[in-house]
């Protein structure tokens, strides 16, 4: 079993940054590709980031790009989402998720996760 806890969520103005922490722990994950989703009121769940946790390769959806950065601590057992230039519509809860099945162009697709933080509020006003 992997453990996932997020924090660093709240409420931020548009043009703002936030980071988003999820620290992982249990059984050995070094072959992992760790993900961020989000979900916003009335909307499905979207991917918005992954990150292959031996090499630090990473991934991101369209809408993020050049916005947010998603890390790594090894040594902390946490991985991050840098979110800047925040705009009205990243609002959402951000769930940090983890996926045994390693790296490959799955790892966009929710329903490959196995293991899923608590989610976090990011709100983000005008």
């Known amino acids: 079993q992997v453990q996932l806890v997020e924090s660093g969520g709240g409420l931020v103005q548009a043009g703002g940054s936030l980071r988003l922490s999820c620290a992982v722990s249990?059984?050995?994950?070094?072959?992992?590709?760790m993900g961020w989703f989000r979900q916003a009121p009335g909307k499905e769940r979207e991917f918005v980031a992954a990150?292959?946790?031996?090499?630090?390769?990473?991934i991101y959806a369209d809408s993020v790009k050049g916005r947010f950065t998603m890390s790594r601590d090894r040594i902390k057992n946490t991985f991050y989402l840098q979110m800047i230039n925040l705009k009205r519509e990243d609002t959402a809860v951000y769930y940090c998720?983890?996926?045994?099945?390693?790296?490959?162009?799955?790892?966009?697709?929710?329903?490959?996760?196995?293991?899923w933080g608590q989610g976090t509020q990011v709100t983000v006003s005008s």
């Open positions: 998720a983890a996926d045994d099945a390693g790296w490959g162009p799955w790892v966009k697709n929710d329903y490959r996760y196995d293991y």
């Open positions: 249990g059984r050995s994950f070094s072959d992992y590709a």
């Open positions: 990150l292959k946790w031996s090499r630090g390769d990473t």
